[in-house]
């Protein structure tokens, strides 16, 4: 089994910042990619910001120039630097990460608990 345990979420006024964490552990041969999604209300979840191994960075236009994603490969650890948050910018965010269990299957989807960010106007 595999673990993802989010933490840094929290109510913010509208143009302050956020650092959100999360932390892999369990049964990992090795971590393909790590990010971040967001749900918000009456909206489908979205890609936020996604990090590959290889340290290559994709972000939803949205958040571009605005947020910055980094890994610890060490620590199975990814973390989202979300600055100048706007209110639109309110959602449940979820860790994901995409991962090989062992050498002989392919790569699973592994999702954290989610943790709320709320920026107020």
């Known amino acids: 089994q595999v673990q993802l345990v989010e933490s840094g979420g929290g109510l913010v006024q509208a143009g302050g910042s956020l650092r959100l964490s999360c932390a892999a552990s369990?049964?990992?041969?090795?971590?393909?990619?790590m990010g971040w999604y967001r749900h918000a209300p009456g909206k489908q979840r979205e890609l936020v910001a996604v990090?590959?191994?290889?340290?290559?960075?994709n972000f939803a236009d949205s958040v571009t120039g605005r947020f910055t994603i980094s890994r610890n490969n060490a620590k199975n650890s990814v973390y989202i630097q979300m600055n100048s948050l706007k209110p639109e910018d309110t959602a449940v965010y979820y860790c994901?990460?995409?991962?090989?269990?062992?050498?002989?299957?392919?790569?699973?989807?592994?999702w954290g608990q989610g943790t709320q960010v709320t920026v107020s106007s």
């Open positions: 369990g049964s990992i041969f090795s971590i393909v990619a």
């Open positions: 990090i590959t191994n290889g340290g290559s960075t």
């Open positions: 994901n990460a995409n991962l090989y269990t062992d050498y002989l299957n392919g790569t699973y989807d592994y």
